[in-house]
């Protein structure tokens, strides 16, 4: 959270009225006389103006007054900076929420900018670990300007904008990687370096793929919550459903709910979720052996290999079919009937990663068996064009004697033609 | 046909209705000329033949090709993987496609050095170049009928040329394309053209232009005119020449066989007119050094467009091209005719040089 220290009120006043003296314009030329005499000052006096430029409110009839109050017309300072025109100065923490609800809260109003754009932002804000800590005085927690900036507030879709997708998690990290400024808090401050290395993260920031899921889109954004062991399944269900519904069905659901285990999470962490891999099911350390042991009667280890098991064999049994393929691409033969019957064993292969989550062995065995007979489909494919292959070239290798013997013989026909003509 | 007394009997019915004798006794006289660059005589004989490839396998192909947006792409994945031989056909009509539009440039090309244009042969010329550009045409229409990405761009590169043709190119384009861009109307046009006007077209010019070489007679090098008739030597059209033709067309036949295997012509992915245009289209080889040459000209030449002034260069030059005959005459021959030939080589080596430029450069 940065803080912003302004430099005391009458040392600005004093400056401004230097300057302002020395570079006073008619009225009538001047737009704003804000952008103007703070333009002529330096560092964070002047940073304001720099970014206001780009700032999505930079626009006729909002500018510095919209939220400082005064008189932007006024060459005076002492009058265009008067609280007898609304003038609040820097407003502080506590009040930021508010003074942007003033217009972010009023559908009204804010249709005439943008109708697309939500007004429900300071209503979920109140809701948030963030807004109740806010309203009980505690000026350390995010507001607004927190995660949008003060001046600079750019759309939330412009890459440049502190909550575009890909920026969102430094923007967060910017007090949740700060142990000393968290410290009164108590959590824990690894949550996004966790997520950077985690398979969101790196689909998100190094992939650039942005469907990945950020901070925001599991925790919310203005009603930012950590999601608990009830609602966690819910969150992650938001995008992976079929996994969502086959856990629920599972006998896992009730077991986890007596336990408050939280439903995703036990097996797959939070923050830093590994891309999901059969070692989860059959590795050294299985996850299932958190809570499961061999021989305790519930054979769940021996499922777990099964599954792994067949799900290993599948997929390998395409990787080994869609070579042979390549193979026959490779000779220039028409391998696409082949591909088309692998796309459908992958998706087989696909599903049974997610009947994982019903935790029954036979539907991962059923999901698999119909996906080995789309395997051995494209393997006869692919030795049916090879076959072909050898057919063709035997084929050509015969055509081309043919030709080549009757061509031959056309021209001794001719020879001797030729020679019978000269006598 | 073994007895003599039967085939003189069938000889005799078919010679009272068709009067064969007139035809045999012209067959028994024609002759070609044969010095020591004869070989060029098989360059037509050659395009002929793979036209008559080009219309057994274009049969075949229709037989089980559906022209439309929707089941184009299919219908040529069908062919190419169900339908018994079907890859053969396809692979056979492409190459021989290209075999014989290549054949058809060495053939003019051959016949423009040998000055074979000249009187009497300037519309036996004529009609070569409407062939040719014919050819071209079956080339370009043909190209877009798979419905694959590559055609599909590769024609909406290839038909904004139409359009930025002056006056004439809007409406040109839009009847060429049957819509403002490339559609399933485009398509459905395309197929039109490639199996119905450009073959009946084809057939009306190249019976001419036989008819003409048949009436005329082969021509014979410019190094003949001041040769006694003793010196010159002939060989028999019918059975010496058509005999070596029918030797040398097994031999194409036998090439185009082992190019379809070991060369095959993919399928590619099928169009999306939504897509964004892949890197690197480019129309078929030989619009290659048009392509090309547009690309080299800068965006205004003497306050014309650059595209347009390319395209206004390419017309003129055609235009000077198709006349060659009556430019290069029998009246004007030495020196003029020396610019002749040194203007043949330049373009050949422009033509050569631009599509080797047009194929490796971005």
Request: aromatic share 14%; glycine share 8%; net charge negative.
């Given at each position: 959270m940065q803080a912003y220290k302004?430099?005391?009120?009458?040392?600005?006043?004093i400056i401004l009225v230097l300057v302002g003296n020395s570079t006073r314009l008619p009225a009538q030329e001047i737009q704003s006389?804000?952008?103007?005499?703070?333009?002529?000052l330096e560092d964070e006096m002047k940073a304001p103006v720099d970014s206001f430029a780009n700032d999505v409110h930079n626009r006729p009839g909002l500018g510095c007054v919209g939220c400082h109050g005064g008189d932007?017309?006024?060459?005076?300072?002492?009058?265009?900076?008067?609280?007898?025109?609304?003038f609040i100065g820097t407003p502080g923490a506590l009040a930021i929420p508010e003074l942007c609800s003033k217009c972010h809260a009023d559908p009204s109003y804010m249709k005439t900018f943008n109708p697309g754009l939500p007004t429900d932002q300071y209503s979920k804000y109140l809701t948030s670990v963030h807004g109740q800590k806010n309203e009980e005085g505690d000026t350390m927690v995010a507001h607004c300007s927190s995660c949008h900036s003060a001046h600079g507030i750019r759309p939330a879709r412009n890459p440049l904008s502190s909550v575009y997708d890909k920026n969102i998690s430094a923007t967060c990290a910017s007090c949740h990687n700060d142990s000393s400024y968290m410290a009164p808090y108590d959590i824990p401050t690894d949550q996004v370096e966790d997520y950077r290395k985690s398979v969101h993260g790196a689909a998100l920031l190094e992939d650039d793929d942005l469907g990945a899921p950020a901070c925001n889109d599991c925790h919310g954004n203005h009603g930012a919550i950590p999601p608990d062991a009830e609602s966690i399944d819910k969150v992650c269900g938001l995008c992976h459903n079929n996994n969502m519904v086959d856990f629920e069905k599972s006998t896992h659901a009730d077991y986890f709910s007596v336990l408050e285990s939280p439903a995703c999470e036990t097996c797959h962490s939070n923050h830093l979720i590994e891309a999901p891999g059969t070692e989860m099911l059959s590795g050294e350390e299985p996850v299932c052996g958190q809570c499961h042991f061999e021989d305790d009667g519930t054979g769940a280890l021996e499922a777990a290999k099964l599954m792994a098991s067949r799900i290993d064999s599948l997929e390998n049994a395409i990787a080994e079919a869609e070579g042979r393929l390549e193979e026959a691409d490779q000779k220039g033969l028409f391998v696409n009937n082949g591909l088309f019957v692998l796309k459908d064993a992958r998706q087989r292969a696909f599903k049974a990663r997610t009947a994982v989550h019903t935790f029954q062995a036979d539907s991962v065995v059923n999901m698999t068996a119909a996906g080995f007979e789309q395997v051995a489909e494209a393997r006869n494919i692919a030795r049916e064009l090879l076959d072909n292959y050898v057919f063709r070239r035997k084929g050509l290798a015969i055509s081309v004697v043919v030709l080549l013997i009757l061509a031959v013989a056309i021209w001794v026909k001719v020879k001797r033609i030729e020679s019978r003509q000269k006598h | 046909m073994n007895d003599a007394g039967s085939r003189s009997k069938l000889y005799r019915f078919f010679d009272e209705r068709l009067k064969l004798e007139s035809l045999r006794e012209f067959a028994a006289h024609k002759v070609v000329p044969s010095h020591r660059h004869s070989a060029v005589y098989y360059t037509g004989g050659i395009t002929l033949f793979l036209f008559i490839i080009q219309v057994c396998s274009g049969i075949l192909l229709l037989m089980y090709y559906k022209g439309s947006a929707e089941t184009a792409f299919e219908s040529v994945r069908y062919i190419m993987s169900e339908v018994q031989f079907g890859w053969l056909m396809r692979d056979i009509h492409s190459w021989s496609a290209n075999l014989m539009i290549l054949f058809a440039f060495l053939h003019m090309f051959s016949v423009y050095?040998?000055?074979?244009?000249?009187?009497?042969?300037?519309?036996?010329?004529?009609?070569?170049i409407i062939l040719l550009v014919l050819s071209m045409g079956f080339g370009f229409s043909g190209y877009l009928l798979p419905w694959n990405e590559l055609a599909f761009f590769a024609t909406k590169v290839g038909t904004d040329m139409v359009g930025a043709v002056p006056l004439i190119g809007e409406p040109l384009l839009k009847l060429l394309r049957g819509s403002e861009d490339v559609t399933g109307a485009t398509l459905s046009r395309f197929f039109g053209i490639h199996v119905a006007i450009l073959p009946g077209l084809f057939m009306i010019f190249i019976s001419i232009h036989l008819i003409l070489v048949q009436r005329l007679g082969i021509s014979e090098p410019e190094s003949w005119r001041n040769l006694p008739p003793e010196r010159k030597k002939y060989t028999p059209f019918f059975p010496n020449f058509i005999l070596k033709d029918l030797a040398v067309w097994l031999v194409i036949l036998a090439g185009v066989a082992a190019l379809s295997v070991f060369f095959p012509w993919e399928l590619g992915t099928k169009a999306d007119p939504f897509a964004p245009a892949p890197q690197g289209i480019k129309p078929e080889w030989y619009f290659l050094f048009m392509y090309q040459t547009l690309k080299f000209i800068p965006s205004?030449?003497?306050?014309?467009?650059g595209e347009v002034f390319g395209i206004m260069a390419f017309a003129v030059g055609a235009i000077l091209w198709t006349f060659v005959p009556f430019l290069d005459n029998d009246r004007n021959r030495d020196r003029v005719s020396?610019?002749?030939?040194?203007?043949?080589i330049v373009i050949v080596i422009y033509i050569l040089v631009f599509t080797v430029l047009g194929h490796y450069l971005e």
């Open positions: 302004y430099t005391h009120p009458l040392l600005i006043s006389t804000c952008i103007e005499c703070h333009g002529l932007n017309t006024s060459d005076d300072m002492l009058e265009s900076m008067s609280e007898a025109k609304g | 050095f040998t000055k074979a244009y000249r009187f009497p042969r300037e519309l036996t010329w004529l009609s070569g205004h030449v003497v306050g014309i467009e020396r610019f002749f030939n040194f203007a043949g």
